[in-house]
């Protein structure tokens, strides 16, 4: 039997440095999220453009935020 439970997530839309749009989906337990809170909670993780004439890969601190969009994520357990 599966056993499923929520957590709260944010879809988090950054823009690289050629203006393109980079989306990154991470659980976190802030049930509000400034700009300021993601860059220091999520600055570190890899991003890579997927536009074929970009190709821009790099650290989120390197890129800006163009929104922050919290949703519940929906996990099944492993059991």
Same mark, same amino acid.
């Given at each position: 039997?599966?056993?499923w439970c929520m957590s709260l997530a944010y879809r988090i839309v950054f823009?690289?440095?050629n203006g393109h749009q980079i989306n990154l989906q991470k659980v976190c337990p802030n049930v509000?999220?400034?700009e300021d809170e993601a860059m220091t909670l999520f600055g570190a993780e890899?991003?890579?453009c997927a /536009? $074929?004439?970009c190709g821009w890969h790099? /650290? $989120?601190s390197k890129a800006r935020i163009l929104r922050l969009?919290?949703?519940n994520w929906i996990l099944a357990s492993a059991s």
């Open positions: 039997m599966l056993e823009e690289c440095p509000s999220l400034t890899d991003l890579s /536009k $074929a004439d790099g /650290k $989120a969009l919290p949703f």
